[in-house]
């Protein structure tokens, strides 16, 4: 029989019974729909004779010595909801993402890049080239003009002339034994890069046993890189941590050109080539960032030859120059300036918190840490420049 049920004819017992004086119940309905009925006792009871009738949802006949007949019939307090919520499941762990390939960085600025976060050996672990991977052009040919567009070379090592002349070509964690050319003047679209992207690259002309052979600054070595530059002039390319050592000349650039976060080092003196670190003749839009430009010949041919690299960075108005940004980089040279800085008709070049080294001249540069700074020009800025050495600021 039903509990409502039950306690309805206890009630309708309870007013015929003469032995009863007074009965009180208080039903309640709580949350999980049990049914209270409570009384001055302990628990909750019905003090009637209704233990006689049926039992149902968890009552029970108790002893109680007030009740009628010595029984009563109690009413547990926890019964079931009807509908119980569900129990939510377990949650499913989330697996720890895979972090993929790390990314490595050279230390931020006030500090410079060197060969330990330059190049492909700090990316890829690896100590020698023997351990990259001989790439094709995947163009058709090896003719040392890439010609294929939009494609990677990842982890590649490259013994030849690297003629880009195709749209959006990365090569990175790679190093590149000779040198990088845009298409030259005969080429569709001379002298642009198409936005080549290098980084995590070493360019240098020589072999790991070629430079293994080479002795310190200063030897007596009769080597010959050849006359091209590491990165031939050129717009449109970006080079991010590269490593560039041992070639004749700078590294050129042109429009739209970003050099940042790179090392250049040991020039090899080659007859009648004009030594930088890095250099435009021209540009627009053009980043010079965080690098570490040194410029010193490594070798000599006769006894008492002298240095002869012009500077650290050559930037030059042969053409249009105008938004040039030259920031946070570390300059030194054994040449006559630490940097050249444009000339009467460039436009908005800037210098700004560049450090000049004092490694092989006092004044950074043989004649002085800078040449060409036109302070009337419109947009020129020099902002923040000192000496390596913390002996103070450098003025044009």
């Not at 105008?322 to 300036?337: E, H, R, S």
Request: charged content about 15%; proline content about 7%; aromatic content about 10%.
């Amino acid at each position: 029989m039903p509990i409502l049920k039950v306690l309805t004819k206890s009630i309708r017992r309870s007013k015929r019974s003469s032995k009863i004086t007074a009965f009180v119940v208080t039903v309640a309905i709580i949350g999980t729909g049990a049914v209270l009925v409570s009384t001055g006792a302990a628990g909750y009871y019905a003090g009637t004779e209704a233990e006689k009738g049926g039992l149902s949802g968890g009552a029970k006949v108790v002893t109680d010595g007030s009740a009628s007949g010595g029984q009563a019939l109690q009413f547990l307090a926890t019964a079931s909801s009807p509908n119980p919520s569900p129990t939510p499941p377990s949650p499913t762990p989330t697996p720890t993402p895979n972090p993929g390939p790390v990314t490595f960085v050279c230390p931020p600025f006030p500090a410079f890049p060197d060969a330990n976060c330059t190049g492909y050996k700090h990316s890829t672990g690896f100590t020698s080239e023997s351990q990259l991977k001989q790439c094709k052009e995947d163009d058709g040919d090896e003719d040392g003009h890439f010609t294929k567009a939009n494609v990677t070379y990842d982890g590649c090592l490259f013994k030849q002339f690297v003629r880009i002349r195709a749209e959006n070509i990365t090569i990175k964690n790679s190093k590149i034994i000779g040198n990088v050319a845009p298409p030259a003047g005969h080429h569709e679209n001379p002298y642009d890069y198409r936005g080549l992207k290098l980084i995590d690259v070493e360019i240098t002309p020589f072999t790991d046993a070629q430079l293994g052979t080479f002795t310190a600054a200063g030897a007596n070595q009769n080597v010959d890189p050849g006359s091209e530059g590491p990165i031939g002039d050129g717009a449109n390319y970006s080079c991010l941590r590269c490593y560039i050592h041992h070639a004749s000349k700078s590294a050129g650039g042109g429009d739209g050109v970003k050099f940042i976060d790179s090392y250049v080092d040991s020039i090899t003196w080659t007859e009648g080539q004009h030594g930088a670190a890095f250099g435009i003749n021209h540009g627009v839009n053009v980043e010079i960032i965080h690098n570490n430009l040194n410029c010193y010949r490594w070798n000599t041919r006769a006894s008492g030859f002298q240095q002869g690299c012009s500077s650290a960075l050559s930037i030059y108005d042969e053409g249009r120059l105008d938004g040039v940004l030259v920031k946070n980089n570390l300059f030194n040279t054994a040449g006559q300036y630490c940097a050249y800085s444009g000339g009467p008709t460039g436009k908005n070049v800037r210098f700004i918190d560049n450090y000049f080294g004092k490694a092989h001249n006092s004044r950074c540069g043989a004649a002085g840490p800078l040449h060409s700074w036109y302070p009337n020009n419109p947009g020129y800025q020099w902002q923040g420049n000192v000496w390596a050495d913390g002996s103070g600021a450098v003025n044009p």
